[in-house]
């Protein structure tokens, strides 16, 4: 081939470096977008810790209150 034909006319990159850094990039978008599913995940569980310990803490207390009522 010639140099004409591997590199764009327009901003003289050669085509197989631009298919590369197109496809990087492809690569970067998919891993933001995992990341952003990974970082709400962790927020969600930090949000379902605290609910089963509120949960669990009212749970005691029930127990507590109804041994008393047995009494």
Sequence with gaps: MSPEE???K???VSYLILHE????EEKVKAMEKEMKFYQGSVEREKSLQEM???LSQDFEQYR???ES???
Excluded: P
């Design 6 to 8: 591997k590199v764009c």
């Design 10 to 12: 327009y901003c003289g």
């Design 21 to 24: 850094f197109k496809a990087m």
């Design 52 to 54: 089963l310990q509120s």
């Design 64 to 66: 507590i209150d109804n």
């Design 69 to 71: 009522k047995m009494e």
